[in-house]
T-cell receptor, first 112, second 116 residues
Framework: QKEVEQNSGPLSVPEGAIASLNCTYSDRVSQSFFWYRQYSGKSPELIMSIYSNGDKEDGRFTAQLNKASQYVSLLIRDSQPSDSATYLCAVNVGEYGNKLVFGAGTILRVKS | GAVVSQHPSWVICKSGTSVKIECRSLDFQATTMFWYRQFPKQSLMLMATSNEGSKATYEQGVEKDKFLINHASLTLSTLTVTSAHPEDSSFYIC????????????FGPGTRLTVL
């Protein structure tokens, strides 16, 4: 079983809709969870971090964490064509919790 | 804040030569830096963890003698790909963690290596 799993997509949504991206992880000890956005040919950019169960909102982005279900999600409201990218879920692992394991990423396409 | 730079942004070299990639934290001190490799259409794979003043910790399957890492200061880590071969062609990305803060990793822009 992979440590971090994501649906590879592509996920296609119309402009203005809500995009929902999901991620599951296997390490119950993990305490920190991150969503990165990666445009083609570029390095990842941190969008959201979440450490506690529940929701965390930042502008059009909402991260949701459920540690009991080992599930983390990212909602993008009012999706824009510029949101089209690959979204990487990352989970901290390792003895000191300072390493990240990335999912394979979900390709999001927002159609205008 | 939390800006990480990499140099060069791209490099083309002949098989058998060595290539050095620099990773710098521009506005913060990074006790820990990470080196990743990303092949086309694949996710990031951690190669090694670089701690200032100590030997790097390599992930399983990564040859430490081939991928030399030096973290001589709190703002600079280097990755040297020795005796590069075409299969080493990839996108190499470093990241840094701010000291004393949350463990969010900030990524450099990446270096695209092409070995002919």
């Amino acid at each position: 079983q992979k440590e971090v799993e994501q649906n590879s997509g592509p996920l296609s949504v119309p402009e203005g809709a809500i995009a929902s991206l999901n991620c599951t992880y296997s390490d119950r000890v993990s305490q920190s969870f991150f969503w990165y956005r990666q445009y083609s040919g570029k390095s990842p950019e941190l969008i959201m971090s979440i450490y506690s169960n529940g929701d965390k909102e930042d502008g059009r982005f909402t991260a949701q964490l459920n540690k009991a279900s080992q599930y983390v999600s990212l909602l993008i409201r009012d999706s824009q064509p510029s949101d089209s990218a690959t979204y990487l879920c990352a989970v901290n692992v390792g003895e000191y919790g300072n390493k990240l394991v990335f999912g394979a990423g979900t390709i999001l396409r927002v159609k205008s | 804040g939390a800006v990480v730079s990499q140099h060069p942004s791209w490099v083309i070299c002949k098989s058998g030569t060595s290539v050095k990639i620099e990773c710098r934290s521009l506005d913060f001190q990074a006790t820990t830096m990470f080196w990743y490799r990303q092949f086309p259409k694949q996710s990031l794979m951690l190669m090694a963890t670089s701690n200032e003043g100590s030997k790097a910790t390599y992930e399983q399957g990564v040859e430490k003698d081939k991928f030399l890492i030096n973290h001589a200061s709190l703002t600079l880590s280097t990755l040297t790909v020795t005796s590069a071969h075409p299969e080493d062609s990839s996108f190499y990305i470093c990241s840094a963690v701010t000291s004393g803060g949350p463990i969010e990793q900030f990524f450099g822009p990446g270096t695209r290596l092409t070995v002919l």
